[in-house]
């Protein structure tokens, strides 16, 4: 065994050794109203580009237009 296979089996043995001590951290709320909140500003950036839609055809003034004049 290389100097460095050495080196990584001792950092790998010591990571395992301090597994136990350690305590899962339980972060589902923070996700879901991390998630609920980033789809809620989305919704609202969304709303407010949509506001700005084109909802007449690009001619409509001359339809308008030639309603008018018959």
């Given at each position: 065994m290389t100097d460095e296979?050495?080196?990584l089996?001792?950092?790998l043995q010591a990571a395992d050794n301090r597994h136990a001590l350690?305590?899962?951290v339980?972060?589902?709320r923070r996700l879901v109203l991390g998630g609920t909140g980033g789809?809620?500003?989305l919704l609202?950036?969304?709303g407010?580009?949509?506001r700005k839609r084109k909802s007449h055809p690009v001619n409509q003034a001359i339809f308008d237009r030639q309603l008018r004049s018959r």
């Open positions: 296979s050495r080196a089996v001792a950092i350690q305590t899962p339980d972060c589902g789809f809620a500003v609202s950036f969304y407010i580009a949509w």
